[in-house]
């Protein structure tokens, strides 16, 4: 009972950094914002490695991680997306929070598919919790005209159906199995933070995590599609 604690309480710790990163938003420090959502995906990680060094899982633990990940990489960044395209859509901006009820549902769906243990089926709730997160982290006069902002909520019903589409992505998880892909991926990141370190140098040196984040996000996004249409021998 007593390692249970251990575990709980570090997936406790990232529903709390999610938390912080919701009220966040509606202060509009989306840079801090997303600052916490990193915080939670590393809480995220540990706690799930703790369980299993402790050999401590627990039904409670399991359903207490899915709550927390709703929070964390569900509502924050669905809410910072709303905050973020208020000032320029208004309330229509409230079509963002769609998101957090996708992510939920994407949460509720892995707790119960024998498929996912090594890999994913779908897009994993951090990583899409990522690619908003450091997006809405730029200056808001990044969207230089209207249309650029619905474009945003186009997107982000697009990625309410990646989060629950009968599309395989790869995990780090599977790295064994599927070593070349995963090294190559890690490859094109460093290639895109290189890219990114240059751009944010020149513009806005905050802009590096954010603009890291989200390239490495739509890099790893458009591997598992490809990935997913060319025919398998």
């Known amino acids: 009972m007593t390692k249970r604690i251990i575990p709980n309480t570090i997936t406790s710790l990232n529903l709390l950094c999610g938390s912080i990163a919701v009220f966040l938003a509606t202060q509009n420090a989306f840079l801090w914002?997303?600052?916490?959502?990193l915080a939670g995906a590393f809480f995220d990680f540990f706690d799930g490695l703790s369980a299993r060094l402790l050999k401590a899982p627990s039904p409670i633990g399991i359903q207490l991680d899915s709550l927390a990940d709703d929070i964390t990489f569900g509502l924050a960044p669905a809410m910072m997306l709303f905050c973020w395209l208020r000032p320029i859509l208004g309330w229509w901006a409230g079509l963002a929070l769609i998101m957090a009820a996708f992510s939920a549902l994407r949460l509720a769906k892995f707790n119960v598919d024998e498929r996912q243990h090594d890999s994913f089926i779908g897009l994993a709730t951090p990583a899409n919790a990522i690619f908003w997160g450091g997006l809405c982290s730029l200056p808001i006069s990044?969207?230089?005209?209207?249309?650029?902002a619905w474009v945003l909520i186009g997107v982000s019903f697009l990625s309410c159906y990646l989060l629950n589409a009968e599309i395989p992505f790869f995990s780090f998880k599977s790295f064994k199995r599927e070593k070349a892909l995963i090294i190559s991926f890690i490859c094109g990141c460093l290639i895109l933070i290189g890219f990114c370190v240059f751009k944010a140098v020149s513009a806005h040196i905050l802009a590096f995590a954010c603009l890291s984040g989200t390239a490495c996000i739509i890099w790893y996004v458009t591997l598992n599609l490809l990935l997913a249409v060319i025919p398998k021998k």
């Open 142 to 148: 990044v969207i230089a005209y209207d249309w650029v």
């Open 33 to 37: 914002a997303f600052v916490f959502i």
